[in-house]
């Protein structure tokens, strides 16, 4: 993984299958940084391939190991993420970001 500064927040990505970990409350003050942000830090992570979704593919926390929870916000259905119970992160495969700028009609 890859660390990042989007907007003053740093996050780690993935090159190879472009997704974006965030640590606690990260995901969210990403989101209150608005669109363009949230763009940013989609396109600094394009995926080279993808093996996320893949059968017996199951995402591991990068800051503990724990495996991560799918889980979707109540306010958000529809959209999934998935989460590690431990450390409170958040991992987001890529094209989920965009998904959740547009669900949340940001400027």
């Known amino acids: 993984m890859e660390e990042r ?3 003053g927040i740093k996050v780690d990505g ?12 990260e995901l969210m003050a990403l989101a209150r940084a608005g ?20 059968p017996g593919w199951s ?10 929870r ?14 590690c119970d431990k450390c409170n ?3 987001v495969e890529e094209g989920e970001l965009a998904a959740l700028a547009e669900k949340l009609g940001l400027a």
Request: net charge positive; aromatic share 12%.
């Open 89 to 91: 992160g958040i991992w």
């Open 35 to 54: 669109r363009a942000a949230v763009a940013e830090a989609e396109a600094d992570f394009k995926a080279k391939s993808s093996r996320a979704g893949s």
């Open 59 to 68: 995402l591991r926390c990068p800051v503990c190991g724990d495996v991560l």
């Open 14 to 25: 993935c090159q190879r299958c472009g997704g974006v970990w965030f640590d606690r409350a």
């Open 70 to 83: 799918r889980f979707e916000y109540k306010n958000l259905p529809g959209l999934q993420f998935d989460g």
């Open 5 to 7: 500064e989007v907007v």
